[in-house]
């Protein structure tokens, strides 16, 4: 199978990107978009479970009503979409269940032959303590992160990874907590306005590669 990505293309695409700071408002095509989502959706997760939610938001009046619980920072209004994952806060026996339903529809097996998965999945899950799920559906969420901004930098569309946020209040606007998921990390995607970033012809800064990795 030939790659749909040549490691020149990727890598190209790579330092091509940086976390864009101001967006000119254009709209992203809708299939790129999907195709991030996508990306997103195939994103590899401890255990394959996808223990998160994601919410894309293009909607004006409610990014303007998100803008001031992500710090008044441009790009959550400036920007084509954010999209906000937000993790599971709990993992339940009846979420352990539908993923064996979804492996055994999606492959043609039966629930009874993936007992053992099952039981070690959950015999694993439920003993940890609220806070380690909450860590553990976390680290999930940047995995998918990263996949979408290379699936976005594939495509030249601008994206930014975007931490500083009150995170209670996101969960509040968009009603999170009754759906038992919390804001974990914000994407936004569009086109960089070159002339009023200051980073959109700064030099990406990154250690030399035998400063930042050792064969041992």
């Given at each position: 199978?030939?790659?749909?990505?040549?490691p020149d293309?990727?890598?190209?695409?790579?330092n091509?990107?940086?976390?864009?700071?101001?967006?000119?408002?254009?709209?992203?095509p809708?299939s790129?978009?999907?195709d991030?989502?996508e990306s997103?959706?195939l994103t590899?997760t401890?255990?394959?479970i996808?223990?998160f939610?994601?919410?894309?938001i293009?909607?004006?009046e409610?990014r303007?009503?998100?803008?001031?619980?992500?710090?008044?920072?441009p790009?959550?209004?400036?920007s084509?979409?954010?999209?906000v994952?937000?993790?599971?806060?709990?993992?339940?026996?009846i979420?352990?269940?539908d993923?064996?339903?979804?492996?055994a529809e999606?492959?043609?097996v039966t629930?009874?032959?993936?007992?053992?998965f099952?039981s070690?999945?959950?015999g694993?899950?439920?003993k940890?303590?609220?806070?380690?799920?909450?860590?553990?559906?976390?680290?999930?969420t940047?995995i998918?992160?990263g996949?979408?901004?290379v699936?976005?930098a594939?495509?030249q569309?601008?994206?930014?990874?975007?931490?500083?946020?009150?995170?209670?209040?996101?969960?509040?606007?968009?009603?999170?907590?009754?759906?038992?998921?919390?804001a974990?990390?914000?994407l936004a995607?569009?086109?960089?306005d070159s002339n009023i970033?200051?980073?959109?012809?700064?030099n990406?800064?990154r250690?030399?590669?035998h400063?930042?990795i050792?064969?041992?």
């Amino acid at each position: 199978m030939t790659p749909a990505t040549q490691p020149d293309q990727l890598l190209n695409a790579l330092n091509w990107r940086y976390a864009t700071k101001r967006y000119n408002g254009e709209s992203i095509p809708e299939s790129s978009l999907n195709d991030i989502l996508e990306s997103i959706r195939l994103t590899p997760t401890s255990l394959g479970i996808q223990p998160f939610h994601v919410f894309v938001i293009a909607n004006k009046e409610l990014r303007d009503q998100l803008k001031p619980a992500l710090n008044n920072q441009p790009q959550c209004t400036e920007s084509s979409h954010i999209i906000v994952f937000a993790t599971w806060k709990s993992v339940t026996e009846i979420k352990v269940d539908d993923y064996m339903a979804l492996i055994a529809e999606t492959r043609g097996v039966t629930v009874e032959s993936l007992a053992g998965f099952r039981s070690m999945a959950w015999g694993y899950l439920s003993k940890q303590s609220p806070e380690n799920i909450e860590v553990w559906a976390s680290k999930q969420t940047y995995i998918a992160l990263g996949t979408a901004m290379v699936s976005a930098a594939s495509q030249q569309i601008d994206a930014t990874p975007m931490e500083g946020f009150s995170a209670p209040a996101v969960n509040e606007i968009l009603e999170l907590d009754k759906y038992d998921l919390h804001a974990s990390v914000i994407l936004a995607l569009g086109y960089r306005d070159s002339n009023i970033d200051p980073l959109a012809s700064a030099n990406k800064v990154r250690r030399p590669i035998h400063k930042l990795i050792d064969f041992i």
